[in-house]
């Protein structure tokens, strides 16, 4: 836990492998916030929080996969593996589900095949993708907030370009 600043705090896991990068979660100081213990993964980095609003407990997820390259050796077979291992472990879990964050697939195109992939895993979950609009620069939709289908997590979802990154929140 880290202190915050205006009312903010944080929980952060960094990046081991390489200078800066790693996952986060920032909560209003008003919040009940719990750590939760995470599983290692080899081709993604994610940390979770149980999050308390009101009587209702949210298990949030915060997700980055880094995109396949030769230098990282990481491969969306292995992704889809270990991801649907995470999903086996978060199916069963008490609360409403929230996934966050940086997929690095192009959700916008459905006729790509590693899209078609990972929206298969996701609805063998019973779990829908709801950002519909770019989430970077280069127009397409990476950053993702996934929901259960039976749950009405989220009222209004929009994208907002704050000109600080080559990502949207």
């Given at each position: ?42 081709s993604f ?104 289908s039976t ?19």
């Amino acid at each position: 836990l880290r202190d915050g600043l205006a009312g903010f705090y944080f929980f952060l896991v960094p990046r081991l492998y390489s200078l800066g990068g790693g996952v986060a979660i920032v909560y209003r100081d008003c919040m009940t916030v719990k750590p939760q213990v995470s599983t290692k993964f080899v081709s993604f980095e994610y940390m979770e929080c149980t999050l308390r609003l009101d009587t209702e407990w949210i298990r949030m997820v915060s997700v980055y996969r880094p995109p396949p390259s030769k230098s990282n050796g990481f491969t969306v077979r292995q992704f889809m593996n270990e991801f649907t291992t995470l999903l086996e472990i978060l199916a069963v879990s008490q609360g409403q589900l929230l996934i966050l964050g940086d997929f690095n697939f192009h959700i916008d195109n459905l006729n790509d095949s590693c899209t078609k992939q990972f929206l298969n895993v996701l609805s063998l979950f019973n779990l829908v993708q709801n950002v519909r609009g770019p989430t970077h620069n280069l127009g397409h939709t990476l950053d993702l907030v996934i929901t259960r289908s039976t749950e009405n997590l989220l009222c209004d979802l929009t994208i907002h370009n704050p000109n600080i990154s080559d990502h949207y929140a």
